[in-house]
């Protein structure tokens, strides 16, 4: 146990480079992100419970709106992504965001830049933060429930490259 939170802070220190915390309900990953994850990074959290976020809403919740976007837009709203900007935006049970917010999230994800587009604009807006997902599946498990893209591209290549950085 105790090398699993040595191993945690020391990932969590690689800068830019996106977090995948895996174990069963109830292990206490939300605590580990909250407690361990920031500490090593010096930053706030963001949480977003995926499993909890309404799928007509998820791309609304996570990537914000601009005003009459869709019926009852009435204003603006920056969104979760936009919130996380200079912290760690922290994807709880990742796999229960519907596929098109997935798709959305590779854009976000691919690069540093963190470049997306509230829906409804035309306008690509930045924020600069940390990722890390958690599951209460396997890396298999995830292979067959997560966007093959975003597995492949953001967990997958991530997971290989924080091995070769911290061995």
């Not at 069963?24 to 361990?36: D, F, P, Q, S, W």
């Not at 949480?47 to 009852?72: K, M």
């Not at 965001?97 to 690509?124: M, N």
């Not at 067959?144 to 911290?166: E, H, P, T, W, Y």
């Amino acid at each position: 146990r105790r090398e699993a939170f040595e191993r945690l802070g020391l990932y969590g220190r690689v800068p830019g480079a996106p977090l995948l915390i895996l174990g069963e309900r109830g292990t206490g990953k939300t605590r580990l992100i909250e407690t361990v994850v920031s500490a090593a990074k010096g930053k706030q959290v963001v949480s977003v419970a995926c499993g909890g976020v309404d799928p007509n809403l998820a791309e609304s919740t996570l990537f914000g709106h601009v005003r009459g976007a869709f019926t009852g837009a009435d204003k603006e709203r920056a969104g979760l992504i936009a919130a996380a900007k200079g912290k760690i935006l922290f994807l709880d049970e990742v796999q229960d965001l519907p596929r098109t917010v997935q798709r959305k999230l590779v854009r976000v994800l691919q690069d540093r830049q963190r470049r997306y587009s509230p829906v409804g604009s035309d306008e690509e807006r930045r924020s600069d933060f940390d990722v890390v997902c958690a599951s209460n599946r396997s890396l298999s498990e995830l292979q067959g429930l997560l966007d093959a893209d975003l597995f492949d591209r953001s967990i997958d290549n991530q997971v290989s490259r924080l091995r070769k950085k911290v061995e």
